[in-house]
């Protein structure tokens, strides 16, 4: 069992950069791919990216690729997401995710936060 606990998010301007925070509880952390999603309103839950076990291979979205950067500290049993340049078609509830298998689904995670919201003004 994992629980997951985000924090980080706020209110920003356009431009500006926040960075998320997921801790993880358990002792098998680095046992799992970790991830952030995100949902908009009205709109279904997105990939925004993910880190594998050892932290050395990473993933992105298209919409996201250059901008913002996902890490993980295990001795810390938490996942990071700096998020730079950011823009009002970012404005969502990010949630971190924990899987044994990985990949952009959601489907492929058993473990979810209860989300930190972010939101980016024009």
């Known amino acids: 069992q994992v629980q997951l606990v985000e924090s980080g998010g706020g209110l920003v301007q356009a431009g500006d950069s926040l960075r998320l925070s997921c801790a993880a509880s358990?002792?098998?952390?680095?046992?799992?791919?970790m991830a952030w999603f995100r949902q908009a309103p009205g709109k279904e839950r997105d990939f925004v990216a993910r880190?594998?076990?050892?932290?050395?291979?990473?993933r992105y979205a298209d919409s996201v690729k250059g901008r913002f950067t996902i890490t993980r500290d295990n001795a810390k049993n938490t996942v990071y997401l700096q998020m730079n340049s950011l823009k009002p078609e970012d404005t969502a509830l990010y949630y971190c995710?924990?899987?044994?298998?990985?990949?952009?689904?959601?489907?492929?995670?058993?473990?979810w936060g209860q989300g930190t919201q972010v939101t980016v003004s024009s």
């Open positions: 995710a924990a899987s044994l298998r990985g990949g952009p689904d959601t489907t492929a995670y058993d473990y």
């Open positions: 358990g002792h098998t952390f680095s046992s799992y791919v």
């Open positions: 880190v594998m076990w050892n932290g050395l291979s990473t």
